[in-house]
């Protein structure tokens, strides 16, 4: 089978990672996904923040976790890499642009040895006051809208078997 096609058949979700952070080398090269991912118009909407900071992971987490509206929750399951990706939304394809790096940033991963998620709620999070105090630190335009958090790391746990595809995915019309 070809190498990518099996990568996207096999990356799954990890839920729980172990306290190890990701080479430079290799999160280099994920990023380097994320940058050449497909975008409207070449517009290249599109903008990582990424951090291995333990502090501001805690931080991203627990505003997280406030607007999933369980405060205690852990919804980076202890990854050690956060990448936030943001999208200006004055494109009209923003949150399609940024949806397809985060495809890549998980894909391009896996195929490295690194195991990643996809974690939601990147937009409320940075609609807070708290959220929008870190964009403007960061020195996003207030266009920039979150898109998601992927989360990096090595799992801690049993890979994750599929589930099974849906009968009628897939619909050939001729």
């Given amino acids: 089978m070809n190498e990518t096609l099996k990568i996207l058949k096999e990356r799954r979700s990890i839920k729980k990672y172990k306290d190890i952070k990701i080479e430079k080398e290799l999160l280099d090269e994920i990023l ?3 940058k050449f991912a497909a975008n409207g118009k070449g517009a290249q909407s599109g903008c990582m923040i990424v951090t291995q900071n333990f502090d501001l992971v805690k931080k991203l987490e ?3 976790a406030q607007i999933l509206g369980n405060p205690e929750a852990k919804p980076f399951y202890g990854a050690p890499t956060v990448i936030v990706v943001f999208a200006d939304s004055t494109r009209r394809t923003y949150i399609e642009d940024g949806s397809l790096i985060l ?3 998980m ?3 896996y195929s490295l040895g ?3 998620c996809w974690i939601h709620r990147a937009r409320e999070v940075f609609e807070t006051e ?3 105090k870190l964009t403007s630190e ?3 335009p207030k266009e ?3 898109i998601g958090f992927c989360i990096l790391g090595y799992r801690d746990c049993e890979y994750p078997n599929p589930k099974p595809r849906k009968k009628d995915f897939v619909k050939v019309i001729i």
């Fill in 130 to 132: 708290e959220g929008q």
């Fill in 62 to 64: 627990k505003l997280n």
């Fill in 114 to 116: 690194v195991d990643s």
């Fill in 144 to 146: 920039h809208k979150g």
């Fill in 138 to 140: 960061w020195g996003l």
């Fill in 103 to 105: 495809g890549n940033l």
């Fill in 107 to 109: 894909n391009a991963a």
């Fill in 32 to 34: 380097e996904a994320g």
